[in-house]
């Protein structure tokens, strides 16, 4: 770009919101190592939910060239979550998948029946055609302020995000990996 064409005020917009999410973040993290948090769970369609994250997420990936797409199994059961938390865990997830998957990829969220062991839950499941993660650097990821290779890299984010969606996840008597 030259710099003729830059807004300023488009500028001034983005930084504000990039650090009103910083604050954001940082506080939610204190309320959930303070134990200060609260869910208020009900019963809510998984596939309405992760159909809301995506349409939220859509003209991001649009800008990027993406595609964004929400796979989910037939009649499935309703999920007892907290429709905000859940929002902010797959926004999550999905805004990770998009910022590190390159132009003409596609990021999916799945939304299945739990088998096995996991009978009777619900599976969210997001996949990206990104790098991936060493297998090596994916345990410390749920950590607060820990970033793999590419966040690094890239400057982007501050390690908090992952923490943040498994703790809420964790309070809504779920699991995250």
Same mark, same amino acid.
């Given at each position: 770009l030259l710099l003729g064409e830059v807004n300023p005020k488009t500028v001034a917009l983005r930084n504000a919101e990039r650090l009103g999410g910083l604050i954001d973040d940082i506080l939610e993290t204190s309320k959930l190592q303070t134990g200060k948090v609260s869910v208020a769970a009900r019963p809510l369609s998984a596939g309405d939910e992760a159909r809301g *994250?995506?349409?939220?997420? +859509? %003209?991001? /990936?649009? &800008?990027? @060239?993406? &595609?964004? *797409?929400?796979?989910?199994? %037939?009649?499935?059961?309703?999920? #007892? *979550?907290?429709?905000?938390?859940?929002?902010?865990?797959?926004? =999550? +997830?999905?805004? =990770? /998948? +998009?910022? $590190?998957?390159?132009?003409? @990829?596609?990021?999916?969220? #799945?939304?299945? &029946? @739990?088998? &096995?062991?996991?009978?009777? #839950?619900?599976? $969210?499941?997001?996949?990206? #055609?990104? %790098?991936?993660? *060493?297998?090596?650097e994916q345990a410390k990821l749920f950590r607060y302020f820990a970033q793999g290779d590419a966040g690094r890299s890239s400057g982007t984010g501050t390690g908090l995000g992952l923490a943040i969606a498994r703790a809420m996840v964790e309070l809504m008597g779920g699991a995250m990996w």
């Open positions: *994250a995506v349409t939220a997420l +859509l %003209p991001w /990936a649009d &800008r990027k @060239g993406l &595609r964004l *797409a929400v796979v989910r199994e %037939p009649d499935l059961p309703p999920v #007892s *979550a907290d429709p905000k938390r859940l929002t902010q865990v797959l926004t =999550n +997830l999905l805004s =990770n /998948a +998009l910022k $590190f998957t390159p132009l003409g @990829g596609r990021v999916e969220v #799945s939304v299945r &029946r @739990g088998r &096995r062991e996991r009978a009777g #839950s619900v599976l $969210f499941c997001v996949r990206d #055609s990104g %790098p991936g993660i *060493a297998a090596e």
